[in-house]
């Protein structure tokens, strides 16, 4: 592998970090990436109706109020943040 291929690998996957936020980055905590991972696959599973009709029939729930409980568990699906250290 040359210099430069090594240069251009490096400078696609920045441009992809930069382009999507779920790809990562050097800086992304392990929280971040968890609530990532949560988030998108929470949004997959409202904008696919099969999967969202299967888990309402899971839970014994209408597909809205599966889709309505889908889209409250995006806003902290993790949890709180954990506390950060001010250094």
């Not at 992809?16 to 968890?34: C, M």
């Not at 949004?43 to 099969?50: D, R, V």
Request: proline content about 5%; glycine content about 6%.
């Amino acid at each position: 592998m040359q210099a430069s291929d090594r240069f251009n690998i490096n400078s696609q996957l920045e441009h992809l970090q930069a382009k999507y936020v779920g790809t990562g980055h050097a800086d992304l905590t392990r929280f971040e990436w968890a609530v990532n991972i949560q988030r998108d696959s929470y949004a997959s599973y409202i904008g696919h109706y099969p999967m969202l009709a299967y888990f309402a029939i899971a839970e014994n729930e209408s597909i809205g109020r599966e889709r309505y409980n889908f889209m409250q568990k995006m806003l902290l699906p993790c949890g709180l943040p954990p506390e950060r250290d001010e250094d």
